[in-house]
């Protein structure tokens, strides 16, 4: 039997402002294909199907495209976890109907747990899945009074330790025996300890300090294969193959480090497990350029000799100040297919860290201090007489109006 593992899609998440909604469209329709070619059994989607807690009527339509094509698929059954950034209230308002399309919508810990638990038959085989979404610290631990942070940290492993044992024993209970041994499923929405996060790529605390990070010796050994959201790059836990974060399907920001997209097969055959990771496509190419405005603007001309549909993110760091980068790149791109989504000018903000503490700002005139700015700036010799020059003109001229309004 195969098993699909996603999470973290954020369906109507922007970059910089710029919509995705195309790229989500793709994603969708790439992924049915993916289960037909494949022939996935069982579909799991870990938490943060949407983006926020109110997704627009775009990103409705496209989920709800979705679960439509779903219906026409070879998958069995898919689940849906909620995550920290989803609404269990949204999701809950479709599980009834959902459920008659054998997709299952699991918003919380229910007071009858086996509504957590799933048994999923294929000829002679089996599979249970102890479906388990974001837990909430008010679902997981009370709050003590003067309470120690490691008293609060042990509670909080205590709590999600303790919710995972009663499902899973429970599911055990229910469905095995010394003569039928089934495999177990179990997911969750949260932040283990030894998963890594990369600076940009969005990925909120889900509690205060330490309580972010569960240890993950703590989940139960039954556990065949845990399906993990929240953390969007794809990653092991704790050096066990069969513990994964699968990653968000789409590159949360720009940069290298976010270039590995993937979803997770998993098959149980007759006792033996097989993993293999899919790559999802680009289906929107996102750059990021570092350096000078010379190194830029080269890296830019070979872009658009390749005439394709590229976003850029534009990092300057030259020592030329370039108060009209953004004019100047823009001309640049233009009539290409390229398109600049974030400019940063090192040069425009680098702060003024050459002044004394003892100095007070009080005691500098305007040109004073413009000329520290320059110095901390590494302003080079040929160019510090002409920005001197424009700034005293600027005060000038700033100074009449003052005059002008006072008569």
Avoid at 55 to 77: E, T, V
Wanted: glycine content about 6%.
């Amino acid at each position: 039997m195969k098993i699909l593992h996603t999470s973290d899609w954020h369906i109507g998440k922007s970059l910089f402002g710029k919509q995705r909604y195309n790229e989500f469209e793709l994603f969708t329709s790439w992924i049915i294909d993916l289960i037909n070619e494949r022939e996935i059994d069982i579909l799991i989607i870990a938490g943060d199907i949407f983006d926020t807690t109110t997704p627009s009527n775009k990103a409705q339509s496209l989920y709800y495209n979705f679960i439509n094509s779903l219906g026409s698929s070879c998958c069995k059954k898919t689940i849906i976890i909620s995550g920290n950034h989803d609404s269990p209230t949204f999701l809950k308002a479709s599980k009834s109907i959902l459920k008659t399309l054998n997709i299952e919508v699991v918003t919380e810990v229910y007071d009858n747990i086996e509504e957590n638990i799933f048994k999923i038959d294929k000829d002679e085989e089996s599979l249970i899945v102890c479906s388990i979404p974001y837990l909430r610290e008010k679902d997981i631990r009370k709050y003590e009074e003067n309470e120690e942070v490691e008293d609060k940290v042990s509670s909080y492993n205590d709590g999600i330790k303790s919710c995972y044992e009663n499902i899973v024993s429970k599911a055990l209970s229910i469905y095995q025996n010394r003569e039928n041994s089934i495999p177990v499923i179990a997911t969750g929405h949260l932040f283990t300890a030894g998963a890594s996060k990369v600076e940009g790529d969005g990925v909120r605390d889900l509690y205060i300090g330490s309580l972010s990070y569960f240890d993950s010796t703590l989940f139960p050994k039954e556990i065949d294969y845990l399906a993990l959201g929240h953390i969007h790059q794809p990653q092991i836990v704790g050096r066990n193959s069969s513990m994964r974060f699968s990653g968000s399907p789409l590159p949360m920001n720009f940069g290298e480090k976010f270039n590995r997209n993937i979803v997770i097969e998993v098959e149980f055959n007759n006792g033996s497990k097989n993993i293999v990771e899919h790559r999802v496509p680009r289906f929107q190419e996102l750059v990021k350029i570092v350096g000078s405005y010379e190194e830029i603007s080269q890296k830019i001309d070979s872009l658009i000799l390749l005439d394709s549909s590229v976003w850029l993110e534009i990092d300057y760091n030259g020592k030329e100040v370039k108060s009209d980068l953004k004019q100047l790149l823009l001309e640049g791109i233009k009539g290409s297919k390229l398109e600049i989504l974030k400019i940063t000018n090192r040069m425009a903000i680098k702060p003024i860290s050459g002044i004394e503490v003892s100095e007070n700002l009080e005691n500098l005139n305007h040109l004073d201090l413009f000329k520290s700015l320059l110095d901390n700036g590494d302003i080079e010799e040929d160019q510090r007489e002409d920005l001197i020059d424009s700034f005293k003109r600027i005060v000038s001229e700033v100074l009449e109006e003052d005059e002008s309004e006072d008569s």
